[in-house]
């Protein structure tokens, strides 16, 4: 009988959290108290990122077996139940995040991390604007958290040589054109190095952006119920 592919994973490390990435499927990723609950957390929420896949038409896996392939140190940001951006860049990426991305690999981060920003705009345009205070520690209502998102994916997008100014979060054409700018640079053949000088390499914006994108998709879900 032949084993399920596991899924490769990334551990950021620090002595009061963890932070779990799936380092296939950008934006798949969450934190615990420990490793193991940061995989657990990771494990619990597959339901929630298959149909993020689905829409980019990509296979998910059917049955979730992790395999940690890399840990690197977390620092401030990991704390706060972020991946790690402020440290020096190979401090904070795996090391499969450094590799060639040839063009079909380009295409799938681009489908998926595009996938990511269609769910988003999904969920916000079911949201009410005033979201419910709860146990996510949200503040934040609607119109903020997609402003919010759309600013982080500006200065992000500087990261890849992408500079534009942060669009209104009614102007979806310069939404777009921000989005667009970043899928053509994730989708790009790449050797693995950052785009630019003291910038990400494509692999690992795509797991920044789409993490951020879906987990404030997903606050917004849990906000919104009732």
Same mark, same amino acid.
């Given at each position: 009988m032949i084993s399920p592919r596991r899924i490769a994973v990334c551990l950021e490390v620090t002595p009061k959290q963890a932070f779990a990435s799936a380092l296939d499927w950008p934006g798949w990723c969450r934190a615990g108290r420990d490793e193991g609950g940061a995989l657990a957390a990771l494990a619990s929420y597959a339901g929630r990122y298959a149909p993020v896949a689905e829409r980019a038409e990509v296979g998910f896996p059917t049955t979730v077996a992790f395999d940690v392939v890399d840990r690197v140190p977390g620092g401030p940001a990991t704390a706060f139940a972020a991946p790690e951006c402020r440290r020096p860049f190979p401090q904070v990426t795996a090391e499969a995040e450094r590799a060639k991305v040839t #063009?079909? @690999?380009?295409?799938?981060?681009?489908?998926?991390?595009?996938? @990511?920003?269609?769910?988003? $705009?999904?969920?916000?345009?079911?949201?009410?604007? /005033?979201?419910?205070?709860? #146990? +996510?520690?949200?503040?934040?209502?609607?119109? /903020?958290?997609? $402003?919010?998102?759309?600013? @982080?994916?500006?200065?992000?997008? +500087?990261?890849?040589?992408?500079?534009?100014? =942060? #669009?209104?979060?009614? $102007?979806?054409?310069?939404?777009?054109?921000? *989005?667009?700018?970043?899928? !053509?640079?994730?989708?790009? #053949?790449?050797?693995?190095?950052?785009?630019?000088?003291?910038?990400?390499?494509?692999?690992? !914006?795509? *797991?920044?952006?789409?993490?951020?994108?879906? /987990?404030? !998709?997903?606050?917004? =879900? $849990?906000?919104? /119920?009732?």
């Open positions: #063009p079909a @690999a380009g295409r799938r981060l681009a489908g998926l991390v595009t996938a @990511a920003w269609a769910t988003f $705009d999904e969920v916000a345009a079911a949201s009410p604007a /005033e979201l419910r205070k709860g #146990p +996510r520690g949200g503040v934040r209502n609607r119109d /903020e958290l997609i $402003d919010h998102v759309i600013g @982080a994916e500006t200065a992000y997008a +500087r990261k890849l040589g992408v500079k534009l100014k =942060q #669009p209104a979060i009614d $102007d979806i054409a310069a939404i777009e054109e921000v *989005r667009e700018a970043i899928a !053509a640079v994730l989708g790009a #053949p790449s050797d693995g190095s950052p785009v630019v000088p003291t910038g990400w390499t494509t692999r690992y !914006a795509a *797991r920044r952006i789409a993490w951020h994108v879906l /987990e404030h !998709a997903w606050e917004m =879900q $849990d906000r919104a /119920e009732s």
